[in-house]
C-alpha cells in the first residue's frame, strides 16, 4: 500500500486564469481542500462541490494555525484515504511555509507531490511598471526567529528594483530601515493590491510617504529605479 499523500498546490495571485491545469484538475477532484484564506474563492470554486473545505491562515479574529496543526489535520484526512489538496497562495515555496509544511508532514509518514504556482513577487513588478530585473525579500523575516534578517543596507539601492512580499503592516518601517540605510526618500515606489487578479490596484507614492499609502490585502510593496510611476 502506498505512503498517504498530500497535494501541495500554488493558487497563483488569485486570477482562475493564472492557475496550472494540473492545479485545476487537482481541485476538480479533490474530497478536502485546506486554504490559507477565503480571499482564495474565485479559486476554491473549482474544487469538488462536495469537497470539505478548511481555512488555516490568518483571520481577523486570531492568527494562523501554527504549522503543526496544519499538518496534523493533513495527515489525518490523507491517512483516511481522502485526496487531499493543501492550497497556498502563490507559489507554495515563496513566502507560504511550503517547506515548514512538507518537512512536518514527512515526519508523519506523509509525502507531498508539489505543483507550483505563479507568485505575486512577478506579478507585482509587471503591475508596477518594473522594466527590469528586481530583487525579492520577505519583510516577515523579521519577526521569524528561525530566519535570516533582511538586509535592508544592501537593497537601499535606488537604481534597483526592489519587490517586498508580507510587507503591508510593515510599510512606514520598511521605508524608515531604506532611508537610513541612504536610499533617498524622493525613490519611486508602488503598493500592489491583489497582483495578477482582475482587480489589481496600483497606489504610486515615494519611499517617503510609503507609509501613508494603504491598500486593503493582499498588498506588495515595490520599491526603486527601472520602473516608472503608472
Do not use: N
Amino acid at each position: 500500500m502506498s505512503a498517504p499523500t498530500v497535494d501541495l498546490v500554488g493558487a497563483g495571485p488569485g486570477d482562475p486564469l493564472l492557475l496550472t491545469r494540473r492545479a485545476a484538475r487537482l481541485l476538480a477532484e479533490a474530497d478536502v481542500v485546506v486554504a490559507d484564506r477565503p480571499s482564495a474563492g474565485p479559486i476554491l470554486a473549482l474544487a469538488r462541490p462536495g469537497a470539505e473545505r478548511v481555512y488555516v491562515g490568518r483571520t481577523p479574529d486570531g492568527p494562523a494555525w501554527p504549522t503543526a496543526a496544519i499538518a496534523d489535520l493533513l495527515a489525518d484526512r490523507a491517512r483516511a484515504g481522502r485526496r487531499v489538496v493543501r492550497l497556498k497562495s502563490g507559489d507554495p515555496f515563496v513566502c507560504s511555509r511550503g517547506a515548514e509544511e512538507m518537512a512536518a508532514l514527512a515526519e508523519r509518514g506523509v509525502a507531498c507531490a508539489v505543483t507550483p504556482g505563479v507568485t505575486a513577487a512577478t506579478a507585482a513588478p509587471l503591475a508596477a511598471g518594473v522594466a527590469r530585473g528586481v530583487t525579492i525579500t520577505v519583510a516577515s523575516g523579521d519577526r521569524d526567529p528561525h530566519a535570516a534578517p533582511v538586509p535592508w543596507d544592501d537593497l537601499a539601492d535606488p537604481a534597483a528594483s526592489l519587490v517586498v512580499l508580507t510587507g503591508r503592516a510593515r510599510q512606514g518601517a520598511i521605508a524608515d530601515r531604506l532611508i537610513a540605510a541612504g536610499m533617498p526618500g524622493d525613490t519611486p515606489a508602488a503598493v500592489v493590491h491583489a497582483a495578477g487578479r482582475p482587480g489589481t490596484r496600483v497606489a504610486a507614492t515615494t519611499v517617503d510617504d510609503l507609509g501613508a499609502t494603504r491598500l486593503p490585502p493582499p498588498a506588495t510593496v515595490v520599491i526603486g529605479g527601472g520602473r516608472a510611476h503608472p
